[in-house]
Antibody
Framework: QITLKEAGPTLVKPTQTLTLTCTFS??????????VSWIRQPPGKALEWLAV???????RYSPSLKSRLTITKDTSKSQVVLTMTNMDPVDTGTYYC?????????????WGQGTLVTVSS | DIPMTQSPSSLSASVGDKVTITCRAG??????LNWYQQKPGKAPRLLIY???NLHSGVPSRFSGSGSGTDFTLTISGLQPEDFATYYC????????FGQGTKLEIK
């Protein structure tokens, strides 16, 4: 059974850096084709894909947020970390991590429950 | 980024109806088009991948079609549990989502 869980602060101040950790089980990030993506969703709005890291350390970022994002992995701990700099109130929302299958049409099969991040002073 | 445009943004339908949601890509995404269902307060759930392939456990009343830039999700015989928001996503290059289509009970 695959599970993913997001963890991080629920409240950050404007201009601060957000660090989120996705801890997963049931798969390995050393397996060919496997990746972990981050997706966010402002309250009442659409999903927005942010970044992905693959088993081979290939990383892709949303072009509009690339300058603010860094994604890393710790395969031994089954964790993926996303950092987002210079947080703004418009970054408020639920942040999800999900397992991505690169060689299966990039589908996002298993998702975490999401973690709500509020940006406010 | 490849923009993905869904229509309609919302629609009302009744149990038993057939509904179609469309998704248009700003450029070709080949067959790298997936559909997700999201219910309030829950994470999205994969429905269809590669345009028309039903994910495991998804009822056969869901179907997908299209190619290149134009795609559709069809639900034949709406059930009460189908009222939700639906998103398309292209995974051809980076991975953009559509803006969502909210399916409400009439």
């Amino acid at each position: 059974q695959i599970t993913l869980k997001e963890a991080g602060p629920t409240l950050v101040k404007p201009t601060q850096t957000l660090t989120l950790t996705c801890t997963f089980s049931g798969f390995s990030l050393s397996t060919s084709g496997v990746g972990v993506s981050w997706i966010r969703q402002p309250p009442g709005k659409a999903l927005e894909w942010l970044a992905v890291i693959y088993w081979n350390d290939d990383k892709r970022y949303s072009p509009s947020l690339k300058s603010r994002l860094t994604i890393t992995k710790d395969t031994s701990k089954s964790q993926v970390v996303l950092t987002m700099t210079n947080m703004d109130p418009v970054d408020t929302g639920t942040y999800y991590c999900a397992q991505q299958e690169r060689y299966n049409w990039g589908r996002l099969v298993d998702w975490g429950q999401g973690t709500l991040v509020t940006v406010s002073s | 980024d490849i923009p993905m445009t869904q229509s309609p943004s919302s629609l009302s339908a009744s149990v038993g109806d057939k509904v179609t949601i469309t998704c248009r890509a700003g450029q070709t995404v080949s067959s790298f088009l997936n559909w997700y269902q999201q219910k309030p307060g829950k994470a999205p759930r994969l429905l269809i991948y590669a345009v028309s392939n039903l994910h495991s456990g998804v009822p056969s009343r869901f179907s997908g079609s299209g190619s290149g830039t134009d795609f559709t999700l069809t639900i034949s015989g709406l059930q009460p549990e189908d009222f939700a928001t639906y998103y398309c996503q292209q995974t051809y290059t980076t991975y953009t989502f559509g803006q969502g289509t909210k399916l409400e009970i009439k």
